[in-house]
């Protein structure tokens, strides 16, 4: 069964905004530090932002810095990526995914940190 799922993706111009969910399907998101990471073709995966429990702490990979926002609403078991000025180069598979059993204002910033993961949704920026 998959625990997280993600939706919102899609084709977008650069400039252009969208904006991720990622619901849990069975799994209570609020005691799991959570991510959003992204794999473009013939790249490593990486990651792309983190918020804490709580929703207190965040946290951004340079390259998103400024445009990215990830937030997170724990009554409605959602997180959320919104993106703004997307640029070709953010073209990818974006994935959310859980680091349970983390302190209230941890931040998972690595990939071997998150233990559960959804499906990915397909980011695509034209030029």
């Known amino acids: 069964q998959v625990q997280l799922v993600e939706s919102g993706g899609g084709l977008v111009q650069a400039g252009g905004s969208l904006r991720l969910s990622c619901a849990g399907n069975g799994r209570t998101l609020s005691s799991d530090a959570m991510g959003w990471l992204r794999q473009a073709p013939g790249k490593e995966r990486e990651f792309v932002a983190g918020i804490s429990r709580g929703g207190g702490y965040t946290h951004y990979a340079d390259s998103v810095k400024g445009r990215f926002t990830i937030s997170r609403d724990n009554a409605k078991n959602t997180v959320y990526l919104q993106m703004n000025s997307l640029k070709p180069e953010d073209t990818a598979v974006y994935y959310c995914?859980?680091?349970?059993?983390?302190?209230?204002?941890?931040?998972?910033?690595?990939?071997?940190?998150?233990?559960?993961w959804g499906q990915g949704t397909q980011v695509t920026v034209s030029s």
């Open positions: 995914a859980a680091d349970p059993g983390t302190s209230r204002s941890y931040i998972a910033r690595r990939i071997q940190e998150y233990d559960y």
